[in-house]
């Protein structure tokens, strides 16, 4: 996998937004070109196809830099991987929207806390690749979690085992049970049942109500930081 596919990879970047950063339409590709004169070199960018292909070219010998590609580059080379990774992840932040997760409420929850508090997807666990956390820069503890799994295991009601996207978010203990016996809310799945509560992205509740759930999940976190 090269640099720029593990960067970009479950990100989908908006032409529009690449332009706006600077890129210009040249031979039915995108491509954007930030001189390193302190190095004498160049970095050349071309999108195309839904793919980013990224160069470093030396200016002094006309051809392209290839070093600070290996594993393990040091010293200049690693100086020179360091400005192009910047430089990548940048464009990732400023242009891209998360395809983690497939559309409807999951995908608007995810790219909405990152538009919102700057919050990104973290995938912790290796062996359960489909569950994200989510907490405020800084913060060890997370707000929030999404990941998939059989309805039954949320949802005590039924026996069907379809696989759902869920959500689990902080909830005040004072009010847990005044919130669970409301319609979309379950009591957490694989998380404190008193504090925590799961929601089914199934659209039974509006994005509107998540979102402010969300913020106050978000805001117990950074009080309990605080204090």
Same mark, same amino acid.
């Given at each position: 996998?090269?640099?720029?596919?593990?960067?970009?990879?479950?990100?989908?970047?908006?032409? &529009?937004?690449?332009?706006?950063?600077?890129?210009?339409?040249?031979?039915?590709?995108?491509?954007?070109? @930030?001189?390193?004169?302190?190095?004498?070199?160049?970095?050349?960018?071309?999108?195309?196809?839904?793919?980013?292909?990224?160069?470093?070219?030396?200016?002094?010998? &006309?051809?392209?830099?290839?070093?600070?590609?290996?594993?393990?580059?040091?010293?200049?080379?690693?100086?020179?991987?360091?400005?192009?990774?910047?430089?990548?992840?940048?464009?990732?932040?400023?242009?891209?929207?998360?395809?983690?997760?497939?559309?409807?409420?999951?995908?608007?929850?995810?790219?909405?806390?990152?538009?919102?508090?700057?919050?990104?997807?973290?995938?912790?666990? &290796?062996?359960?690749?489909?569950?994200?956390?989510?907490?405020?820069?800084?913060?060890? @503890?997370?707000?929030?979690?999404?990941?998939?799994?059989?309805?039954?295991?949320?949802?005590?009601?039924?026996?069907?085992?379809?696989?759902?996207?869920?959500?689990?978010?902080?909830?005040?203990?004072?009010?847990?049970?005044?919130?669970?016996?409301?319609?979309?809310?379950?009591?957490?799945?694989?998380?404190?049942?008193?504090?925590?509560?799961?929601?089914?992205?199934?659209?039974?509740?509006?994005?509107?109500?998540?979102?402010?759930?969300?913020?106050?999940?978000?805001?117990?976190?950074?009080?309990?930081?605080?204090?």
């Amino acid at each position: 996998m090269t640099i720029e596919q593990e960067i970009f990879q479950n990100t989908a970047l908006s032409e &529009e937004k690449l332009i706006g950063y600077g890129f210009q339409s040249e031979g039915g590709r995108l491509v954007f070109v @930030k001189p390193l004169p302190e190095d004498r070199m160049q970095i050349r960018l071309e999108y195309a196809e839904g793919e980013m292909r990224g160069r470093v070219i030396d200016l002094d010998a &006309e051809d392209d830099y290839t070093n600070f590609r290996r594993e393990g580059a040091s010293g200049y080379s690693a100086d020179i991987r360091e400005k192009f990774t910047s430089l990548l992840y940048d464009l990732r932040d400023r242009c891209g929207r998360d395809t983690h997760f497939a559309p409807g409420q999951a995908r608007r929850i995810a790219e909405a806390l990152g538009e919102i508090y700057g919050d990104k997807p973290e995938f912790l666990w &290796e062996r359960y690749p489909t569950y994200a956390v989510f907490r405020p820069s800084g913060c060890k @503890k997370w707000y929030a979690m999404l990941g998939t799994v059989a309805r039954a295991s949320v949802d005590h009601t039924t026996d069907e085992r379809r696989i759902v996207e869920v959500l689990n978010l902080k909830i005040d203990r004072t009010q847990t049970e005044a919130i669970l016996a409301m319609r979309g809310y379950y009591p957490a799945y694989h998380m404190n049942k008193t504090t925590w509560c799961s929601i089914i992205l199934d659209g039974t509740l509006s994005d509107e109500e998540i979102f402010r759930r969300l913020a106050e999940s978000r805001e117990m976190v950074l009080q309990a930081k605080k204090g």
